[in-house]
């Protein structure tokens, strides 16, 4: 997973018109905040930073890491273990997310959180 930034929009193509797919989606993520490692199965995922900066993790055991900021894109491949964080303590972060396929797939993988890292913040009420 490297962030890239856009260099210019291709828009929409026949070839790609009719592929159905879930967003985007835009979502927020308190400060500290980091979920579970997980995949989503068959489906590829984009993400766009919209706001802050979230910090990726990725791997069989979450080995891999990539910082992302506003502006930048991240691609996850379909099956790939990963895990986001927002990376501040302090300020919240804002993506956009499109995934292929029209139903969401989560793959919560607990036995490897041992690899993960924690939030930074507690929120009980979250």
Not at 69 to 92: L, M, R, W, Y
Not at 106 to 119: M, R
Request: some cysteine; aromatic content about 6%.
């Amino acid at each position: 997973m490297t962030p890239r930034r856009p260099r210019g929009c291709s828009g929409t193509s026949p070839s790609t018109a009719a592929i159905p797919t879930q967003g985007p989606e835009r979502l927020p993520d308190h400060p500290g905040a980091a979920n579970g490692a997980h995949h989503h199965g068959d489906q590829e995922t984009i993400l766009y930073v919209v706001e802050g900066i979230t910090r990726y993790r990725w791997g069989q055991r979450l080995e891999h890491a990539v910082e992302a900021g506003p502006g930048d894109f991240v691609f996850i491949p379909a099956h790939t273990v990963h895990q986001e964080i927002n990376a501040s303590a302090d300020s919240p972060t804002v993506w956009a997310v499109t995934r292929s396929g029209t139903d969401p797939i989560v793959v919560n993988l607990p036995e490897l959180d041992k690899f993960a890292e924690p939030t930074a913040r507690e929120y009980p009420h979250a």
